[in-house]
Every structure is written in structure tokens, then in C-alpha cells.
Nanobody, 119 residues
Framework: EVQLVESGGGLVQAGGSLRLSCAAS????????IGWFRQAPGKEREGVLC????????YYADSVLGRFTISSDNLKNTVYLHMNSLRPEDTAVYYC????????????WGQGTQVTVSS
């Protein structure tokens, strides 16, 4: 059974940094692409980034390019979302997700973690 558990959300000031973690079980990163989505109040869920080991490719949304990165610890089967230069508009619930490819990264979902960026 595929499971994704996020942690690391919280409150941060604009310009600050935050790292989210996603502990995965039931699959390895060679099997699935893995990434992050977010949903702000009143807005649709949007893809933030998605990494595919098999394609050796990472998709980044334009809004986070140059500020957010993804890394992984294969021994822990955990991925991390490194968020830098945070802006109030980054405030959202962040979801870890996994899927068959970097352009279909949403077959499985975590429960979400809240990130709030104050101005």
C-alpha cells in the first residue's frame, strides 16, 4: 500500500525558508515520480514540482522556479521540499504526491501540511 506522510509545515516570515518532508512507503522512487502540490484558500490545487528518477527530470511551476527545490534520501525513502525566499502568496496546504510520471504526479496523496507565510 502506497502511503505518503508530510511534516514540517508551519508559520514563517516572508523571505524566510522552510523544509517539508514526505515519508513514503509502499514504493521506491525508482517506481514512481514524486512531488508536491499546494492549495491556497479559494484556489484550485496546483502542481509545485515533480521529480522523476526514471526520466531524470524535475518539473517546476514558474511561480517557484529558482526558489523551491526537491531532494531525496533513498535510505529513508523520504523526499524534502526546500522552500526559500518565501512569499505570502506561497501560503497554502502543501501535499506530497506520487504518480506514474513527472507529468502525471498525482495518483497518490498525502494528508497535507499547512504553510503560512506572514508579510
Amino acid at each position: 500500500e502506497v502511503q505518503l506522510v508530510e511534516s514540517g509545515g508551519g508559520l514563517v516570515q516572508a523571505g524566510g525558508s522552510l523544509r517539508l518532508s514526505c515519508a513514503a512507503s509502499g514504493f521506491t522512487f525508482d517506481d514512481y515520480a514524486i512531488g508536491w502540490f499546494r492549495q491556497a484558500p479559494g484556489k484550485e490545487r496546483e502542481g509545485v514540482l515533480c521529480f522523476s528518477s526514471s526520466d531524470d527530470f524535475t518539473y517546476y511551476a514558474d511561480s517557484v522556479l529558482g526558489r523551491f527545490t526537491i531532494s531525496s534520501d533513498n535510505l529513508k525513502n523520504t523526499v524534502y521540499l526546500h522552500m526559500n525566499s518565501l512569499r505570502p502568496e506561497d501560503t497554502a496546504v502543501y501535499y506530497c504526491a506520487a504518480g506514474s510520471s513527472w507529468y502525471s504526479c498525482d495518483d497518490y496523496w498525502g494528508q497535507g501540511t499547512q504553510v503560512t507565510v506572514s508579510s
